[in-house]
């Protein structure tokens, strides 16, 4: 086992290791993915933006039976984006017409116009502060000051997210605990929101050295890192962390499907695309027929989270029949790499190399 590498943001953690386990929304997070990252030393996290503001208290709980180290739990800040709060009949049926084919090719009934498409942000951080976790991610902005200032009121240690310059530094004038610089590589979302994801595709490695340089707040790194080579590089060029998603999303602590995990492990890995269509956000995953289809209707998608709700019924049936031709397929660029199946692997051929 590697000796512990101690770095300001890995105190400020109260882990052993400066390795994060990265949040997974949309189901794919499990408690008992994070509890076990935290167990080995490293801190283990949990997407939660999908989740009803009532449900945040039984999982925090959930973890905290599982594990007694520090973990995460991650929300979206910007929880809709122009044009996705509501929508009127008319465009619910000229949104269902792009679904209706796929819909009925699974059995998919036409579902109702619903009260709304995603829970508010500011109900669930509401719900999560009574719940007390010892870390509060978030991604797709910055939380008010009055958010802020109850986080460090209640000790509950704050990572923000960027992917620009200047995200980074707004989230060091907002006094965040720790900054992630994520890069183009990760898989899942790309989580800017100064500008458009599209106008914010730096990798992670010069990200990290330009943000590392120019905040105060310890730097964490994230895309394209799923072992020690990835770490060492990390550390080297600033950054006092990293943080690893698809290595642990291929884990079978994990919440993906045992197909999507066969697909991060297979051939098709080598071929990841960004696509609007999982979510009506931008997203790295693995190239399916889904994502191949919509190239052609990419300007007729809604946006975030209306996608991601037509989606979410496609999704669930994918789940049920084990296909994963039209299932979200989130995945890295690193994903050809990937070698471990389970948590307590990746973690110890991480650590025995540092």
Not at 279 to 293: K, P, V, Y
Request: aromatic share 8%; hydrophobic share 40%; net charge neutral.
């Amino acid at each position: 086992m590697a000796h512990e590498k101690i770095t300001e943001a890995v105190r400020r953690l109260g882990v052993r290791f400066p390795i994060i386990q990265g949040p997974f929304g949309g189901g794919l997070s499990t408690a008992r993915l994070a509890a076990a990252v935290s167990n080995l030393g490293g801190l283990g996290s949990y997407g939660a933006h999908s989740l009803a503001p009532s449900d945040l208290g039984p999982l925090v709980n959930e973890i905290r039976s599982l594990t007694p180290h520090p973990f995460a739990v991650n929300l979206w800040v910007s929880d809709h984006d122009q044009g996705g709060l509501e929508l009127n009949e008319a465009e619910f049926d000229r949104v269902f017409k792009i679904f209706e084919p796929y819909y009925r090719e699974f059995g998919i009934q036409r579902p109702e116009h619903p009260a709304h498409f995603h829970h508010s942000f500011e109900e669930q951080f509401e719900a999560l502060i009574e719940a007390n976790p010892p870390v509060f991610s978030f991604v797709f902005g910055v939380p008010r000051p009055a958010i802020l200032a109850e986080c460090r009121r209640r000790g509950i240690v704050t990572i923000g997210t960027a992917t620009s310059i200047a995200e980074a530094r707004m989230l060091d004038e907002a006094g965040v605990d720790l900054i992630v610089a994520t890069g183009f590589e990760a898989g899942g979302h790309r989580t800017s929101f100064l500008k458009p994801a599209e106008d914010s595709l730096m990798g992670t490695f010069v990200l990290t050295q330009l943000v590392s340089d120019r905040v105060k707040t310890p730097v964490i790194a994230a895309g394209g890192i799923a072992d020690a080579r990835g770490l060492r590089a990390a550390l080297s060029l600033g950054a006092q962390m990293v943080q690893i998603g698809t290595a642990f999303l291929a884990c079978e602590e994990s919440g993906t499907t045992p197909e999507h995990r066969a697909m991060l492990f297979s051939d098709k890995a080598e071929q990841t695309t960004l696509t609007r269509s999982f979510t009506g956000r931008l997203a790295r995953g693995i190239s399916n027929r889904w994502t191949e289809d919509m190239i052609a209707r990419s300007k007729e998608l809604p946006p975030f989270p209306i996608q991601s709700w037509f989606m979410s019924y496609l999704k669930s049936a994918m789940i049920k029949t084990g296909r994963t031709d039209v299932l979200p397929l989130y995945g890295g660029q690193i994903a050809p790499n990937l070698r471990h199946r389970t948590a307590p692997a990746l973690m110890e051929s991480i650590l025995e190399r540092l």
